[in-house]
């Protein structure tokens, strides 16, 4: 499974192909196990949760010494870090269902408008949890069987 997890990295900026659920899920299980531990890395160096129950002006202050304070800054670098391999990641993942990886920028663009985006963003889990087509499409062999069918042909 680790292997899974790091494959999109291995495949940086590769927007060709197909990925399978596993390689799509298993990156989005590595990235909340980051995003977890850095969540407990800038609770334990920058406070705790009793600062954001003051409703004084220390408020504002707590949020940003979180989030931009020095350990804080760790979600920032995450994230410039895996942008790019979790875009291609969904973009192969859209290919492996037979789509352009284009109904991305779709999802992403209809997501921001309120009421349709938890629309779309149900459908988008949705097509995400639904395996590829088997056998090989327009982008490429099947990556459950990369052998292919095209024995018995």
Known sequence: MLDYMLMPFRRYADFSGRSRRMEF???ALLNII???VITA???ATSGSFAA???SGNGMMSAYSSLLFGSAGML???W???TIVPNVAVTVRRFHDRDMSGWWYLGVVVLSMIPLIGMLVGLAFL???LLPGTPGANRFGPDPKDPSGTEVFA
């Open 25 to 27: 899920w298993s990156f």
């Open 34 to 36: 980051v995003m977890a």
């Open 41 to 43: 890395i800038v609770l």
């Open 52 to 54: 954001f129950t003051d």
């Open 75 to 77: 979600y920032a670098i």
């Open 79 to 81: 994230w410039l870090a």
């Open 126 to 128: 949705v097509l995400m």
